[in-house]
């Protein structure tokens, strides 16, 4: 009986200590789970005041998450010329990359950011990754995303041919996105980042485009819309690479309304529709992938604690509805095996989503074509 009580009392200890993280006190205050973690404290105070200041999941913020893509996707396969993944060659060799069709708008990035990696010690590479994480936290409805540090900066430019345009056949993407290591699913929870997103370089016309009626919530209002029969254009229309939209304001992407509709993607893309916790969810997963594509993880510490907690969005916020005036009668039915959710039509007169306003931060000497866009980025 002894032994036995003995014997539990140890297993309690041992599950409470379990349940215990130990913490590091760091140098300029605050705490973290792992010492090297510590570098990351002075940026996130310093790009929480000054790079996103009251940014609530706007221009900077979205901005931040796009280069994060455009620099990991430099990776492939089966070619090694394609580049080392995420690794910050986007911004190390800007002037190059920069230049690239797919990679138009990119300068406002570089623009945005190439101040704040110049002050600190920490890598290009972790920097670009580190600021997308950090700017989905100023976001309704995001999963807190995990980070890992440690990414070893590039030595080569990535090719031209790396990022998918959105001008592409879905079979065209989902090779690309194959040899980057994705599946067609992975590659939709992606696209999730669509819900708080914008384009400026599709539409010359106007500027900030959303893609969806709520470009400030992370929600799956995006998978809905963009399944929605198109009828208008948000300004000149017929550019490369751009479709109808169903609602004014807002631009849809030619990539986007074929993979909704796909039959290799129709049913991925539906499952998001009305489903909150699965698009959050898979996105985080995503987008963990996509942040240390071609780096060694086991050489990458853990400093997810760092990553401050998105904002929580309300169970009612959370439901998807249909835009007003439109209705499940104007759905593109595209998934074979299941309906379309009927969704409640929002109330009011048909709207007109307006512009992102764009962070006067995002101007500078980098132009749209590469030029001017150069930093000294040398390391400690």
């Not at 920097?127 to 590039?154: E, H, K, N, W, Y």
């Not at 086991?298 to 904002?311: E, M, N």
């Amino acid at each position: 009986m002894l032994f036995t009580t003995f014997a539990l009392l140890v297993a309690l200890a041992t599950v409470s200590n379990a349940g215990l993280t130990r913490r590091v006190a760091c140098p300029s205050g605050g705490t973290v789970t792992n010492a090297a973690c510590c570098a990351l404290l002075p940026v996130l105070e310093d790009i929480q005041t000054n790079m996103f200041a009251d940014d609530t999941c706007g221009d900077a913020a979205h901005t931040a998450l796009r280069v994060a893509f455009h620099d990991a996707i430099g990776f492939s396969k089966t070619k090694p010329s394609f580049g080392t993944g995420a690794d910050g060659s986007i911004f190390i060799f800007a002037e190059q990359e920069l230049s690239y069709d797919a990679n138009l708008g990119i300068a406002d990035a570089f623009n945005l950011q190439a101040p704040f990696i110049a002050n600190h010690t920490i890598g290009v590479a972790d920097f670009i990754q580190f600021a997308a994480a950090v700017s989905l936290s100023r976001c309704p409805g995001v999963v807190r995303p995990t980070f890992m540090f440690g990414r070893t900066d590039a030595t080569v430019p990535a090719p031209d041919g790396t990022v998918p345009e959105p001008f592409q056949t879905v079979d065209v993407i989902l090779a690309r996105m194959a040899d980057a290591g994705f599946t067609p699913a992975e590659l939709v929870a992606l696209l999730a980042s669509h819900s708080i997103a914008g384009a400026d370089d599709v539409d010359p016309s106007v500027s900030g485009l959303p893609f969806d009626s709520t470009p400030s919530v992370f929600d799956t209002q995006f998978f809905v819309e963009t399944q929605l029969r198109g009828t208008l254009f948000p300004g000149t229309g017929g550019n490369q690479g751009e479709v109808e939209t169903a609602v004014a304001g807002t631009l849809r992407l030619q990539s986007d309304s074929l993979l909704a509709r796909d039959s290799q993607t129709s049913c991925l893309w539906q499952a998001n529709v009305n489903n909150q916790a699965h698009m959050a969810s898979s996105f985080q997963t995503a987008f963990a992938k996509m942040q240390i594509i071609g780096q060694n993880a086991a050489k990458l510490v853990d400093c997810s604690d760092v990553i401050p907690q998105p904002p929580a969005l309300s169970a009612a916020a959370a439901k998807a509805f249909f835009p007003p005036g439109l209705t499940i009668s104007n759905v593109e039915q595209a998934c074979a095996s299941t309906p379309f959710p009927n969704l409640p039509t929002a109330a009011g007169s048909a709207e007109h989503v307006p512009s992102i306003v764009q962070d006067p931060a995002t101007n500078g000497a980098c132009q749209d074509d590469g030029t001017g866009c150069v930093a000294k980025f040398t390391k400690p």
